[in-house]
C-alpha cells in the first residue's frame, strides 16, 4: 500500500509579484536619482541600468517634482 501526497508548493500569491516589482523599481528609481546627484553622467548610468538616456533623464525629472 502506497500512499502519495500532491502538495502545492508555497508560493507568492499572483498579486504579490506587482508589489514587490514596484518597490524594487521604486529603489532602483532612487539610486540612479542619488548616483545622478553624485556627479554620475546620465550616460553612465544608462549603460550601468541597461536603460536609455531618455528613461534616466525620465528617472530624474519625476524625483526632482
Do not use: H, M, W
Not at 15 to 33: H, L, Y
Not at 41 to 64: D, G, N, Q, R, W
Amino acid at each position: 500500500n502506497i500512499s502519495i501526497s500532491l502538495v502545492k508548493p508555497i508560493t507568492n500569491a499572483p498579486g504579490d509579484r506587482p508589489k514587490v516589482q514596484k518597490q524594487q523599481t521604486a529603489e532602483r528609481n532612487q539610486e540612479i536619482f542619488c548616483r545622478y546627484l553624485s556627479g554620475i553622467p546620465v550616460t553612465v548610468l544608462a549603460e550601468e541600468y541597461f536603460l536609455s538616456s531618455k528613461t534616466i533623464y525620465s528617472i530624474i525629472a519625476k524625483k526632482k517634482i
